[in-house]
């Protein structure tokens, strides 16, 4: 627990002088008392239930006291919230590499798998847009909260030739931000052969003149990039990662695949399919974000249930100074209640 003004804390030293004012009461009360005729009447009166009863109200008053005082020093607490994120792109990697088997059965189907369980994972209220690329990207299905429409989406998936990471991301950019005019054409099909081109043309598909916010800022919006991320055409992964780092966008990565990586059958041909993890852990950093790696389809599927609860819930320090006040008056008002039910005063 955190104190926005922790300079007060010191008013809690007020408690131990409570207590030495109460038992210096008691004591008075004590001495008055030894003047009574009856001395069975004080033996009677200072005994029994009454003996511990008199007690709880003042002790319920003194913890009522001390939640006043560490509600004037305004503390928060990390609590976990609701995020405020409710529109995710899943960027999914169509390319025939996605054929290796070293994902149990292949990349693929255990991609496809993880994604229709991660679609049921995440809220209702959030909409989810799905993204496939190859080497070329497209929407396969705009954001939406209907789970049925995204499964069918992901089932449609077809695989092509050619693997093009950052014409994904710029994809699932403008899926995400449809009214900033992002220019599809120079980044997606434009042909470039140098990362010198990559910026010229992200420059000229994202004209605007805007101011770039901080890396991972954006708390309405993620992307989640499921990818072997080997890149053969189309723009750098890294150029596009900075349109999406200015906007504040992260770029959750989902690399599977083995280190040593896997042969794929193309037209009857085995073909060896490397695994690229250096880019996606670049992609995750950049975009202040994390890369998640997954051998397994089970592992995966694990993966998404984890990210499903980080893009959905975020912790972050929160006053609850309130809590403190209700909680102060509840005990304020219970000490009040008992003292005039047992003693028929207050206090």
């Given at each position: 627990m955190r104190f926005l003004w922790p300079q007060l804390l010191?008013?809690?030293?007020?408690?131990?002088?409570?207590?030495?004012?109460?038992?210096?009461?008691?004591?008075?009360?004590?001495?008055?008392?030894?003047?009574?005729?009856?001395?069975?009447?004080?033996?009677?009166?200072?005994t029994g239930a009454a003996a511990w009863r008199r007690h709880v109200p003042p002790a319920i008053f003194l913890f009522g006291v001390?939640?006043?005082?560490?509600?004037?020093?305004?503390?928060?607490?990390?609590v976990t919230l609701p995020s405020a994120q409710r529109v995710i792109v899943l960027a999914i990697d169509?390319?025939?590499?996605?054929?290796?088997?070293?994902?149990?059965p292949n990349r693929i189907s255990a991609a496809q798998a993880a994604a229709k369980a991660f679609v049921q994972e995440v809220p209702s209220d959030v909409r989810i847009g799905i993204v496939s690329f190859a080497g070329t990207a497209l929407l396969a299905q705009s954001p939406t909260n209907n789970r049925e429409d995204l499964v069918a989406a992901i089932d449609r998936l077809q695989l092509d030739r050619q693997t093009a990471i950052g014409s994904g991301i710029v994809i699932s950019l403008a899926t995400l931000f449809p009214d900033q005019g992002i220019d599809l054409e120079p980044m997606v099909l434009g042909a470039r052969s140098a990362r010198g081109g990559d910026r010229k043309a992200a420059k000229k598909a994202d004209p605007q003149a805007r101011q770039p916010v901080a890396p991972g800022s954006n708390t309405s919006a993620a992307i989640v990039l499921l990818t072997d991320g080997r890149r053969t055409t189309g723009p750098d992964p890294l150029v596009?990662?900075?349109?999406?780092?200015?906007?504040?966008?992260?770029?959750?990565?989902?690399?599977?695949?083995?280190?040593?990586?896997?042969?794929a059958s193309v037209e009857g041909y085995s073909i060896y399919m490397a695994f690229d993890e250096e880019t996606l852990k670049a992609i995750a950093d950049l975009t202040r974000a994390e890369y998640f790696h997954a051998a397994s389809a089970a592992e995966l599927t694990k993966i998404y249930e984890a990210l499903s609860s980080r893009l959905v819930l975020q912790k972050e320090h929160t006053e609850v100074t309130a809590l403190f006040v209700a909680a102060a008056a509840l005990l304020l008002l219970v000490s009040a209640a008992l003292s005039l039910l047992w003693f028929n005063r207050a206090l």
């Open positions: 010191w008013l809690l030293f007020a408690a131990p002088l409570l207590v030495a004012a109460y038992l210096y009461v008691l004591a008075r009360r004590k001495r008055a008392a030894l003047k009574f005729a009856s001395l069975i009447t004080v033996r009677a009166a200072m001390l939640a006043v005082l560490i509600a004037i020093a305004r503390p928060s607490a990390l169509v390319s025939l590499s996605m054929r290796a088997a070293d994902v149990h596009a990662a900075r349109m999406a780092a200015e906007r504040g966008i992260r770029i959750f990565t989902v690399g599977f695949g083995s280190a040593q990586g896997g042969h």
